[in-house]
């Protein structure tokens, strides 16, 4: 235990050793100014362009070392009027025809995997025996625990005829 303790201070004191040296390289790095440097100019997209060529010189970027290899606000100019000047569509697809009867017919077609208990019932209420039977089956296959009770339903729905 007195050894572990040692080593793990030891480690910690050559980390902290490390962090240290790094703090003061930093520091080094950093180029100290006076207060002066920091008031606050105008600041134009010429100034910013001009500051983000130097920057890439400064480390040799190779498509930014030399000014002409940034785009000018006229390049861009001309790709926006050579976009107004083309006047690109964008076509619509073709739609589905609508009609009345088409319409009329899909409401009529039931869709089974929205049947629920609720419309079972209603069903059973219309005296819609077929449908109903068909709905309190597929909830017996939905529900495997309530198929008891579902069974009991349809009988129910034979003795009514």
Request: aromatic letters at 8%; hydrophobic letters at 30%; zero cysteines.
């Given at each position: 235990m007195i050894i572990s303790e040692a080593v793990d201070t030891s480690i910690t004191m050559d980390v902290m050793e490390d962090i240290q040296a790094k703090k003061e390289h930093l520091k080094d790095s950093i180029p100290q100014g006076n207060s002066a440097d920091l008031t606050k100019k105008p600041v134009s997209s010429d100034d910013f362009i001009n500051w983000l060529i130097a920057s890439a010189q400064s480390v040799n970027y190779?498509?930014?070392?030399?000014?002409?290899?940034?785009?000018?606000?006229?390049?861009?100019?001309?790709?926006?009027?050579?976009?107004?000047?083309?006047?690109?569509?964008?076509?619509?697809?073709?739609?589905?025809?609508?009609?009345?009867?088409?319409?009329?017919?899909?409401?009529?077609?039931?869709?089974?995997e929205f049947v629920t208990e609720t419309l079972a019932e209603i069903y059973a209420d219309q005296g819609n025996n077929s449908k109903a039977k068909r709905a309190f089956q597929l909830l017996s296959l939905k529900y495997p625990e309530k198929s008891i009770y579902f069974a009991a339903r349809i009988k129910r729905l034979g003795r009514k005829k």
């Open positions: 190779p498509s930014f070392s030399d000014k002409g290899a940034v785009k000018t606000t006229d390049y861009a100019d001309s790709i926006i009027d050579n976009f107004i000047q083309k006047e690109p569509q964008i076509s619509r697809g073709k739609s589905k025809e609508y009609s009345l009867e088409n319409l009329a017919a899909e409401s009529l077609v039931d869709n089974e």
